[in-house]
């Protein structure tokens, strides 16, 4: 079977590349033309990847676009940023915290880095303006007209710490024609979850969007830990955002302002003592979803508030095009919970489940963070040969965090017994430039420069240790600069077919871990540095019918920034590694397969190693460690693969439609898979996630009446109600995270135009 399965597969992308190579009679259609797709036939994808708008098709980077029925679909049930994990080809996402704090994979390379100044080598950028700390990256996804997910160095044009590439989202813009849409679902656990938007003209120049969410679900979790038992006190929350746009468009100038909040009360991640049975990667026998046993549940809490606010200005002066990007982010985190995941410990009376070595109340809070950032940028929009995009950009960050700890079984149950703050300050600026240059009508060269320079001051006060010590301060201001560049060209081989190969350099800032709350010691990582080769083809088959995008890829990374997560403590530590090559292939394709079925297929292989004999790193207190040790007790990191990083990623999506009476009954299925994942640094029989693969449906009908357009929906997310372990907690026993139920749930959703 997995033979024929295997032949299957071959057969499949051969076939289709053929097909591509060979060339069909359909044109691809420029960026400007973009009328809608023919019936039959697929639409052409208008992205910005370059920050022009361009067919997706034409550019020479690896990019994939979600939009439409697969962006509905994928984010229903109430479901935060994490819905594209293993969506796309090479991206995965995970968060030790929840509906906050996500954490980017792209080609294997991300962060498991869970303090709340960890930089990450995945950039997210909303409306063109950069979410540097990992809480403004958790805004919930709303009135998005796309995501583009770039993979590969992104340094030359995004700059702030792109080596693996970035999550791009466009929100729906203002316009003069008033329109707008509200959509209720109900499903699993009580959980409702209501967006909408609204907009139109003011005046024959200026108009506004409002944009709303609103997403809540009852806790539902129960406590079983002797003495502490209480229904329903995990797993809920209350998630309200809003977005308002005013767009003006005069003559030769545009004016877009964007503000938007985010207001989150709810629980953390439910974490659980000794889930995964000893010497295997299995949950442990009747594990139950709804039930934890925990000592300190009671609380449990996470609030999130974040606001931000842009302005865009952009002149048209004869054939160049000015842009300010004015941008200001702000958000404020609190979130405590019982990260040791049961009751008791060893040395108390009573502990459990399994073996609980000690116990750890803790949170982590911001109680001020501000981000500033300006980019200017000049562009030509000439009908000649040449064109380019040159530009400044700066970025000013200050961060406040908050570490405690709780003595659960003191005097004062909960009562504060650690406290550190940390300051950071972060300001980077960077001059940029990119030159596009058409040698033949088939052969297009781009090539880009950037010069980045950052620095941080950082401080560390602790005032409080539950390990002992007493006060503490420590100070550390690492800066560094970085000459960036890409270089890229696409033939275009026949009218259907377009070749492109790119090769690109990129860096991220040095990064400080400041964790002192049960250790000494700030630790620093210095700039690592990335350089990826990576050639592909781009093409639409089967006159228009079908689409084959397939890339090749291979990056060296000198001195990684990686976390060395838990191991002895609740403590991080950020190490460099010598070198880390990675190597795989992309496979991105759409088909109309009759007049009612459309489908899509994508495919990631990404292989990660580690090259560093002399780098090793603690490990677990109580999992099967499949490393070789060194004379220190440390596991040996040469030769493994990164955490969270998937060989193999698929999706496969269907949809089916077909006219009924007055209106069009649809329904839409998808399957996700991501193979096995280390969760550590280190390899351990326990801490290998299992391969996952997820099922959503979602069936509906559709119809118009006057000028308003009606759905009813149902889905289900999960659908076979796969239980496993997503993440870990090491450095006490063997506690897990586990991904979500099986959710089902109905839809009314209504838009007026």
Known sequence: MKAMKRSTLATLINATLFSAVAGTSFSTLAADEAPAAKNNQLEVIQITARKRVENAQEVPVAVSALQGDNLDAYSSAGMDIRFMNAKIPSLSIESSFGRSFPRFYVRGLGNTDFDLNASQPVSLVVDE?????????????????????????????????????????????????????????????????????????????????????????????????????????????????????????????????????????????????????????????????????????????QQVESQGASLKLEWDINDLTLTSISAWESAEIYSRADIDGGYGASYLPDMGPGFIPFYSESADGIPDQDQYTQELRLSSNYAGDVNFQVGVFYFDEALTIENFSYDTYGSTPGELNGYVIQQQDTKAWAVFGSLDYTITDDLKITAGLRYSDDEKEFSANRTLSPAGGGALFLTENPSDDHVSWDLSANYKINDDVNWYARVANSFRAPSIQGRILFGDEVTVAESETV????????????????????????????????????????????????????????????????????????????????????????VCAQCTVTNSLNNAGQAVLDGNSLPHAPEWISNLTLRYSREVADGEFFTYGDVSYRSEINYFLYESVEFEGKPLTEV???????????????????????????QQSIGAIDFNNNTAMVNEERYIGAEFKVSFF
Not at 564 to 588: C, H, I, P, Q, S
Not at 704 to 719: H, I, K, P, T
């Open 696 to 722: 959503g449906l979602r069936a509906g009908y559709a119809w118009a009446q006057g000028d308003n357009e009606y759905e009813v929906s149902a889905f289900v997310r999960n659908m076979f109600d796969e």
């Open 129 to 301: 303006v950069v979410q540097e700390n990992a809480i403004l990256k958790g805004f919930p996804v709303f009135d998005v007209a796309r995501v583009e997910v770039l993979r590969d160095p992104q340094g030359t044009l995004f700059g702030r710490n792109t080596p693996a590439g970035l999550v791009k989202f466009d929100t729906v813009k203002p316009s003069q024609e008033f329109e707008g849409y509200g959509s209720v679902s109900y499903g699993s656990r009580g959980a409702v979850d209501f967006e909408g938007a609204v907009g139109g003209g003011l005046t024959d120049r200026l108009s506004t969007r409002v944009s709303v969410l609103w997403q809540e679900k009852d806790d539902y979790i129960d406590n079983r830990a002797p003495g502490f038992e209480q229904d329903d006190v995990l797993g809920g929350y209350t998630e309200k955002a809003a977005r308002i746009q005013f767009l003006y468009e005069g003559d030769d100038f545009t004016g877009l302002f964007n503000y938007h909040v985010r207001d989150m009360d709810g629980k953390p991640i439910a974490f659980r003592g000794n889930a995964i049975k000893a010497g295997s990667n299995d949950l442990v026998d009747n594990f139950e979803h709804d039930v934890v046993y925990h000592d300190a549940a009671s609380r449990a809490t």
């Open 531 to 618: 350089t990826s080769f990576e050639t592909g083809i781009k093409s639409d088959v089967l006159d228009g019918q079908g689409r084959v995008n397939a890339t090749v890829f291979y990056y060296t990374m000198d001195d990684q920034q990686l976390t060395a997560v838990g191991g002895g403590a609740n403590f991080n530590r950020l190490v460099n590694a010598d070198k880390t090559t990675g190597y795989g292939f992309e496979l991105d394709t759409e088909w109309v397969l009759t007049d009612n079925l459309n489908a899509t297929f994508n495919l990631s292989y990404n292989n990660t190693e580690l090259k560093d004999k002399d780098l090793a790193v603690d």
